[in-house]
């Protein structure tokens, strides 16, 4: 495994992720049959190498599954990654989170957006009931 | 002066570029701000291909939540870059100019469950990076070494264990 097997939450500066963007850039130009997503993943380190700065791994246990977090309520997790919204409302967090928004996003701003965001939150039940 | 506000120490941020991640960017704005207070800097990049479909309620509710609302301009991070070869809008939004000490990119599809202390997971000027569900690029070792040598470059021998 290495540095470049992706990130799904980064830490760095501007102009570091500037230089990694002209790295793409380039790369693209140079070749332009290679999908940019797999040279994203090499792109940073180079960047960082190139700054003179080492690159070093934020703990996965941050960010786990949400399969991973159920099935161990995992304590030190700070972040679940869903693969769709629809795993994330079959699960206890997925409650969680709707009543969160219902209290910080008060009405008529959760309704009216549950109401406009139904089909792409893919939510399993009458939208109304969830609104509170 | 008195009446200007410090600049926040961290600064998180996220890019909204389709209808699904303008859905999940308040679930996970949400959270942030849930688990978090609200003195934690937060900022949305809107994509120009997707900000004049932006829906009203969206933009409402990221601002109810305190979270900053930018577009991107591929122009001027990149002058002269074609449509075709621009990098992902993840990374345009990372190279936008943000007065903090660590910038944090965090994807849409994911939710906050406990407040972060983003100070400690990463201290001014690291570059960090958390790996999670990708694959190695097609040709493995070889595009990398390949990525590397294009820059005069020898990869280096640190592996995520």
Redesign the interface.
Known sequence: ??????????????E???D???????????D?AA????????????A????G????????A??V?LGA?EASAEGG???????S?GD?WGSP?GAE?LD??A???PPP??P??LG??AE??ELPGPREALAG | MAFLREPPAVAVFFTVDS??S???S??LA??L??RNGRDLSLTAYVTPDHAPEM?R??R??LR??GVGLAEIDPSV??PG??A?????SN??A?????AAA??????T????????S?EE??GP???????????????G?R??AE??E??G?VP?E????
Request: with cysteine; glycine share 6%.
């Open positions: 495994m290495g540095w470049h097997d992706g990130a799904s939450g980064a830490a760095g500066l501007p570091l992720w500037l990694t963007a002209r790295l793409l850039q380039a790369e693209a130009l140079a332009k999908p940019q997503a797999s040279i994203t993943q090499i792109a940073l380190p180079i960082a190498m190139r700054a700065r080492r690159m070093r791994a934020l703990s996965p941050h960010c599954s977090y997790a700070r972040f679940v990654r869903f693969r919204l994330l967090l989170v969160i928004c209290e910080l996003l701003l959760w009216r957006f406009q965001f792409v939150l | 209808i699904q303008e859905a999940q308040v679930l949400t959270t701000r849930a829906r309620i969206t409402r509710s109810h939540l991070i990149l870059a074609e075709a070869a621009r990098p992902p990374l345009l990372a190279c936008m100019p943000r660590v910038h944090f990119l965090v994807s599809d994911i939710v906050a469950l406990a407040p972060v983003f997971l990463a000027g690291d570059v960090s990076a958390c790996r999670f569900g990708h694959g190695p690029p097609p040709g070792a595009r990398w990525g590397y294009r820059f470059l280096p640190d592996r995520v264990a």
